[in-house]
């Protein structure tokens, strides 16, 4: 949830502190980061006197500074500061929507493109893009918003309408699976829901989401991944598939299997060699043995990267190893 404080400033904050805007534009060398005109956020509680109120903001316990410097993890930290930041600045009528949303009730967020670090809202009154806000006009009841912590927001079910109407099927599926396994809200509940609330457009978008909700699935990269096989009609992969041996040994359960095919896919997230107390080169070795295991026992595996969920050569590697082995290897079983 929206739970962490980052410390946002605003220039006339800082100006009734005392300051003057050679002080603000020292403060960014050290202590301060633009977020966009009149806006801030702490960064460091450094040591020039001259800084002593930012100071005290970043030393607070409640205070939580940036941490990230690249990449992913870092847009979606900005995204959540900008969230932050306009929380006491919202347009009037308007409420906290689609990502913004999935923020404040701690739903995960399965990426955030380079261009899309900016927080949403939604208003019955008008439709505006600001630097980084997107309010869209939208119609609202009484059952489509709530208060968190003292900041307005859609209700979850809303918010899970909106992001199966307005975003991709491999993000919106991805946060649909993530807050059902979570036992945030249930399928059932929210295609009750989206039923009682009809759109005019999108509906479509709606039900397809719903339809390629599998809880599953154990994480945001493996809905994607699934999602990834629809987009590309690569048929009959199963989440969560155990492998035995000949012998009745189980090899292991894979995030993805085609049995007819005996083709495995698996996430290669490189987290999983790092848990707590566990020895990664030991870890790396068993995956190791166990990939020769099961492909000893006939099958061809893949190992997809986070990289590869947004690029098509992998799928379409495993896309021509189903059909191999079902057309062609099947037709040579038949001949012999």
């Known amino acids: 949830m929206l739970g962490v404080m980052y410390g946002c400033l605003s220039t006339a904050a800082l100006l009734a502190a005392g300051w003057d ?25 450094c040591t020039n006197p001259d ?40 347009p009037p009528d308007a409420v906290f929507s689609h990502r913004s949303a999935l923020i404040i009730h701690g739903v995960a967020i399965p990426f955030v493109d380079r261009d899309d670090v900016f927080a949403e809202a939604v208003s019955p009154r008008s439709g505006v893009r600001l630097a980084k806000m997107l309010v869209r006009r939208r119609a609202l009841d009484h059952s489509a918003s709530q208060i968190v912590n ?42 009750t829901y989206c039923e009682s609330h009809p759109v005019r457009t999108g509906t479509a978008k709606i039900l397809k989401a719903l339809d390629n909700v599998d809880a599953r699935r154990e994480s945001v990269a493996e809905s994607i991944c699934a999602m990834r096989f629809v987009e ?23 995030d993805f299997a085609n049995e007819d095919a005996k083709v495995i896919a698996e996430f290669d997230g490189v987290g999983k060699y790092y848990l707590d107390g566990v020895d ?24 997809i990267r986070w990289s590869d969920l947004f690029a098509a050569d992998v799928f379409l590697r495993i896309k021509e190893a189903v059909r191999r082995r079902i057309i062609i290897d099947g037709h040579r079983r038949y001949v012999t």
């Open 51 to 90: 800084h002593s109120f930012v100071a005290a903001i970043a030393e607070a316990p409640t205070t939580t500074l940036p941490q990230e410097t690249t990449g992913l993890r870092k847009r979606t930290e900005d995204l959540r500061i900008i969230v932050r930041s306009y929380v006491d600045r919202l």
């Open 232 to 254: 590309h009609s690569i048929p009959d992969f199963v989440p969560q598939v155990d492998v035995w041996d000949g012998n009745g040994k189980h090899l292991g359960r894979t």
């Open 21 to 45: 805007c050679h002080r603000i534009k020292a403060a960014e060398r050290c202590c301060l980061r633009r977020l966009q005109r009149g806006r801030y956020v702490v960064t460091a509680a």
């Open 280 to 303: 990664p080169e030991q870890t790396f070795e068993l995956e190791r043995r166990r990939e020769y295991a099961l492909r000893n026992e006939g099958w061809t595996v893949f190992r």
């Open 150 to 191: 003292g900041i307005p927001v859609t209700s979850v079910p809303q918010t899970m309408h909106d992001i199966a109407r307005d975003s991709t099927l491999p993000f919106a599926v991805a946060v649909l699976d993530s807050a059902v396994r979570n036992e945030i809200v249930t399928v059932d509940e929210i295609r």
